[in-house]
């Protein structure tokens, strides 16, 4: 297959990859929108994830045809995407809790346990 062969194949990957870029736009809002620290961290996210998925796809859909044989070295990106993401996320929003804390917030949660004290 050639490129400019098939229109409805890159028709395909045309839809996945604007679609893609409305999610990253619709994140970047989000990020804009949301005025809290904590409320900026979750829908976002989500957005921005399904925005690489979408470019994952069409990735994969585009070679795979090109090539005429499937191609799933595109998928790389999102395994390390889903296997970064979420641990970066925490150490991030345990850093801004603890650093809200410290400061002495008064809307901030207090800990799930009490902090050990030295004995004497």
Known sequence: M???QHAWVEA???VLLMLSGVL???SALGFWRLSDFFQ???PPALAYTLGSWCATLACVFYFS?????LALHPWLIV?????TVPVTTVLISRAA???????????T??????PIEPSS
């Open 2 to 4: 050639t490129i400019g």
């Open 12 to 14: 395909v990957v045309a």
């Open 24 to 26: 990253v736009v619709i």
């Open 40 to 42: 900026r961290m979750h």
């Open 65 to 69: 045809l090109l090539e005429s044989r």
């Open 79 to 83: 395994i390390v995407l889903s296997i």
């Open 97 to 107: 809790l603890f650093r809200r804390r410290t400061e002495g917030l008064a809307d």
């Open 109 to 114: 949660p207090p800990p799930l346990s009490r």
